[in-house]
């Protein structure tokens, strides 16, 4: 098992475009985060599924937010009609349960620009 | 409304002294407090990590306490090497841990 991949690792689209990214988690990790980074931020939370169960949404994902993880495997996350204010660093991370003795696994992260 | 934060954007500490690195929360619901360090380019990797039953982990050269009264926590490096140099990011979660709250992060530059 590699880890946590996503794809792609970066994307550049123009304001107004829709974009879509996918994470592929570690096989036996059983929940799935989304998580975004801004310059100079920490990680923010935007969502996060046990299996195929979508539990948890950050206000910060607004209507023009959608993720799914069908069959509770991999994930997409979409972002319609883009903004500028969207570009940032999109974090997935997966887990087993809780684990909160070892923390999640992150990918290496899709870096979105909207120009 | 941060609800954790580290104060210090950025660290500079001599090879083979002590890198100090600190964070504070205010959610009294939060029981559970993680660190992660962050590569250019990479994701965040887990470090360490504490229960609120504790008041210190320690593993290899990494040690965290955990001051509940004053709501903050810090991580000790001894000693600081080169390869530690990154940003370090302070979490934390409540006893449901369906979400990390992350700190801003503090860049650790470690001086040959």
């Known amino acids: 098992d590699t880890g946590v991949s996503q794809d792609p690792r970066h994307k550049i689209t123009k304001r107004g475009q829709n974009v879509t990214f996918r994470c592929d988690p570690i096989?036996?990790?059983?929940?799935l985060y989304w998580y975004r980074q801004t310059l100079g931020q920490g990680p923010e939370f935007l969502t996060y599924?046990?299996?195929?169960?979508?539990?948890?949404k950050s206000r910060l994902l607004s209507d023009r937010f959608s993720a799914e993880r069908p069959k509770g495997s991999f994930s997409t996350l979409e972002i319609q009609r883009t903004e500028q204010g969207d570009s940032a660093m999109y974090l997935c991370?997966?887990?087993?349960?809780?684990?909160?003795?070892?923390?999640?696994?992150f990918g290496s992260g899709t870096r979105l620009t909207v120009v | 409304d941060q609800q954790v934060k580290q104060n210090s954007p950025s660290l500079s500490v001599q090879e083979g002294r002590i890198s100090i690195l600190n964070c504070d929360y205010t959610n009294s619901m939060f029981d559970y407090f993680l660190w992660y360090k962050k590569y250019p380019a990479e994701g965040p990797t887990f470090l360490i990590s504490i229960s609120s039953i504790k008041d210190k982990n320690e593993d290899g050269r990494f040690t965290v306490f955990l001051n509940k009264s004053a709501k903050h926590l810090s991580l000790h490096i001894v000693p600081s090497q080169p390869g530690d140099s990154a940003v370090y990011f302070c979490?934390?979660?409540?006893?449901?841990?369906?979400?990390?709250?992350f700190g801003g992060g503090t860049r650790l530059m470690v001086k040959p």
């Open positions: 599924f046990q299996n195929e169960a979508q539990l948890e």
């Open positions: 991370a997966s887990s087993w349960d809780r684990s909160s003795t070892i923390g999640y696994t």
């Open positions: 096989s036996e990790h059983n929940r």
């Open positions: 979490a934390a979660t409540d006893n449901a841990g369906n979400m990390l709250t």
